[in-house]
């Protein structure tokens, strides 16, 4: 690393003569494989970007250019050479490094980032700032392929267009979202690369500038570091708006990734994966991906929809063995909502499957197209809850009170993966919207051995009884409840529906006990916990509601955000023994 050992910061990297960026491209790409196998992390987005961290970071004089990577998945090189190179042993970890670009960690980080499809519009507004200021500087937005099938990238390059403001948008085509991108853009950019770039070309690019309102450069080599120099310094001296495509491959550098680099989005720690081999347990999204195919076989109005999360929700079965009724919609979440409903509306049974923080960018498509018309689609929320090492931006917390707020919606949320197998085919029998959430990670198996507890409309069921205090559970923290009860000889009850609550169960168990406490993992603010506390306001009975609190979960072991959230047995435990 006899390079990148003297670079702390880009003013560093600026000392270097450009016939060196080449080595240090090498030594950096061999760092970040090396770091991200001790922290687990993303790994293929971050070695296709590596000539092209150098270029900017040599060219641009950030920080005070600003520069914002659209998702954060690529930014690890980024923030190597920015000052955290020492760091990165603590990346994803409790009080370490985030996994994406985090404006509190770091001046570099100019805009936070964890969804796809925001860069565009924030460096626009950043742009636009610095003209209103009279301040000569550039901002920078970096957006994969997959990222600009969004509706948002559009908005901001319409708009874009129209404002002479310093923007440099910088299209990464590595013809890879997760899963490969889809969709007529994705058609679009590979007719490019076959016609006006090759193999071959990639020593010696050609740049076309065409008048469209905004500069149009590329498509050029993103592995050619003289020539990406070049051509970011020819475009930093224009003015106004500019687009420069340029075409890298994900995982480049590391055999294995750029042969599968689905499978080398991310990586697992090398000494978990050195341990010895453990049977896996089947996760939530396993058990639903199998539901769903089993459910498509049954029935042929079923139609599966995700966007752009096919490996992540587990449906590439379903998409292999039902083709004509699986579709991914790239990532377009608003269209992946509203298109279900017109599904629904020709009699046809669509689910979207959909994680819990993606679904917050179509809540207007879930009122207005959906619950307003009260159409017959099935949401299968995946990742509800705490996600551990992903952090804030990927935390499935908001669903709760965001869909107990809007009529004709059901939502459902299972303790354990035979109510899963329960609730999805009830909400699929179901004639409206309805919708079930689950976490991630292995599922929770049957906590009550033995029994099959049928499925009602709006109402829980009674885990345990016992004296005192009753714990309220929704989902699969419930398992934690009735570990907890078994010791202090607590109630326990499964409550299963959010919406609509049972409140003869919740009023039954005010009446007999001295201390409800609710358990959701979700959002304690307009959760459903406030909705019990609200119920029975009015009653001798105290009511404690445990859940999220109202504040953002840093990123770190889903264990210890529990325990910073307040939720484990020695809490639970705790308040028990408070109602003495």
């Not at 090498?26 to 993303?42: A, D, K, M, N, W």
């Not at 269209?335 to 020709?346: K, N, P, Q, R």
């Not at 179901?430 to 109402?459: C, I, M, N, T, W």
Request: glycine fraction near 8%; include cysteine.
């Amino acid at each position: 690393m006899a390079l990148l050992d003297k670079i702390s910061l880009p003013e560093d990297l600026r000392t270097l003569a450009p016939e060196q960026l080449p080595a240090l491209a090498g030594e950096l790409r061999e760092f970040l494989i090396s770091s991200v196998y001790q922290t687990g992390g993303h790994l293929g987005a971050g070695l296709g970007v590596v000539e092209l961290t150098i270029a900017l970071h040599y060219v641009f004089n950030t920080p005070e250019d600003r520069l914002i990577w659209d998702v954060g998945h690529q930014c690890y090189p980024h923030k190597i050479l920015t000052g955290r190179k020492d760091d990165m042993p603590s990346l994803r970890q409790k009080s370490g490094l985030c996994g994406f670009p985090a404006r509190e960690e770091s001046s570099y980080d100019a805009f936070g980032t964890g969804h796809s499809s925001t860069s565009i519009s924030a460096a626009l507004g950043m742009a636009m700032a610095a003209k209103a200021k009279g301040d000569h500087r550039q901002a920078i937005a970096v957006i994969g392929d997959g990222a600009m099938t969004a509706g948002q990238a559009f908005e901001a390059l319409n708009h874009a267009a129209c404002v002479k403001a310093n923007l440099l948008v910088i299209l990464n085509d590595n013809d890879m979202s997760i899963s490969p991108s889809v969709g007529m853009l994705a058609r679009y950019l590979r007719g490019i690369q076959a016609t006006s770039y090759s193999e071959a070309s990639r020593q010696d690019p050609v740049v076309h500038f065409e008048d469209h309102s905004m500069t149009m450069a590329g498509p050029i080599s993103g592995h050619n570091l003289p020539r990406l120099v070049e051509t970011l310094q020819s475009l930093k001296d224009q003015p106004g708006p500019r687009l420069l495509h340029i075409v890298t491959r994900k995982g480049k550098g590391l055999p294995e990734a750029e042969a599968d680099p689905v499978k080398y989005h991310a990586v697992a720690k090398i000494d978990a994966e050195s341990e010895p081999k453990r049977e896996k347990k089947p996760t939530w999204s396993n058990r639903f991906g199998h539901w769903l195919c089993a459910t498509a076989a049954r029935d042929k109005r079923l139609f599966g929809i995700t966007p752009a999360m096919r490996e992540g929700s587990d449906l590439v079965q379903f998409s292999e063995l039902f083709p004509e009724r699986y579709c991914d919609v790239a990532i377009a979440e608003q269209h992946a909502i509203t298109l279900a409903g017109g599904i629904a509306c020709e009699g046809m049974k669509p689910v979207v499957a959909i994680y819990s923080t993606f679904l917050q960018r179509g809540y207007d498509q879930l009122i207005h197209d959906i619950a307003l018309q009260n159409l017959d689609v099935l949401f299968a929320i995946d990742r509800a809850g705490l996600v551990g090492e992903d952090g804030p931006t990927h935390h499935g917390l908001f669903d709760i009170p965001a869909l107990r707020a809007i009529p004709n919606m059901m939502l459902m949320t299972p303790s354990d993966e035979l109510e899963l197998q329960q609730m999805l085919t009830f909400g699929y029998e179901y004639q409206g919207p309805a919708a079930v959430r689950y976490p991630r990670g292995a599922a929770q198996e049957a906590l009550l051995a033995g029994h099959d507890f049928a499925l009602e409309s709006g109402k829980g069921r009674l885990l345990r009884k016992g004296k005192r205090v009753a714990i309220l559970g929704f989902g699969s923290l419930t398992s934690l409840a009735l570990d907890v009860a078994e010791r202090t000889d607590v109630s326990v009850a499964d409550m299963r529906f959010i919406k609509p609550l049972d409140k003869a169960l919740a009023q039954e168990l005010a009446d007999s006990h001295e201390l409800l406490i609710t358990l959701e993992e979700g959002a304690v603010k307009g959760g459903v916990g406030e909705e019990v506390a609200a119920l029975l306001h009015n009653h001798k009975t105290h009511v404690i509601n445990l859940g999220i609190p109202d504040t953002f979960i840093a990123h770190g072991h889903r264990d210890d955000q529990l325990t910073q959230c307040g939720i484990t047995k020695e809490k639970l435990t705790d308040l028990i023994h408070s109602c003495g």
